[in-house]
């Protein structure tokens, strides 16, 4: 059985881990070693667990701690040659990643860890690169989409095939266009290499979601440009326009930022 939690989803920190019985895949490592190793023994689950790292980019509140988890859990870190090179020069990741746990891919090449059939795709965003993970296993397609400025043509095709999606829903328009943040940065996060609406996600959504879905997380969700309850209800205004009502056509959760979610079994 494939098994999926988050522990951390936002500008604090984000970190994803799919499971097995006999594998562990976790994808980014934004949240700090000894809260992970805590969120862990709570489910009654060991850090050692994880076999392999995935990262999705280079900011800060994606990759902080990956250089003291791979070392302390002597794992190896798949992303691209690009990510590499900008972890490395990131001075927030104070423990870099050693040569011999720096894993290179290349999006569209699909390969194989472990248990984990790995379909990395391109995300527009204003890091030095960034991808999103088709992850397989078991008859299971599960697919993370995070700080994505627009959707692509790559996108729209990779939420159609999703039976388990988590998607950015980042900002609510209206709380941006009146909030504190100065023009530049508006602006920054409303372009194509910014983040996504609740209305950009939920239009996705709509307009790519198929029958095979069965459950949605809106995951990195603005602290001061969002709020949990807004997200899940623009987004099921948006579905009900489109005739998808959520809870009923597919499961809606919204990932917390700073506290796990609950262990969800992903069942074909």
Known sequence: MLKF??????SSGNCYFLYTDTDGLMIDCGVGVRTLKKHFHDYGLQLGAVRNILITHDHADHVKS???LCR??????YTTSAVHAGIYRN???KHKIDEAHRKVIEKGVVFELGDFRITPFGVPHDSVDNVGYVIEHGGVTFV???DCGHVTDEIKEVISRANYLVIEANYDAEMLAEGPYPEHLKRRITSESGHLSN???ATALA???SPA???VWLCHLSEENNHPELARKSVESVLRSYGIVAGKDFQLEVLKRKVPSVPCDLVP
């Open 72 to 77: 302390d859990l002597d794992v190896p870190v």
């Open 66 to 68: 990956v250089g003291s």
């Open 91 to 93: 001075w927030c990741v």
């Open 207 to 209: 307009d790519n979601a």
């Open 144 to 146: 993370l989409v995070t």
């Open 213 to 215: 879905l069965r459950k």
């Open 199 to 201: 209305i950009d996600c």
């Open 5 to 10: 939690i988050s522990m951390g989803s936002g």
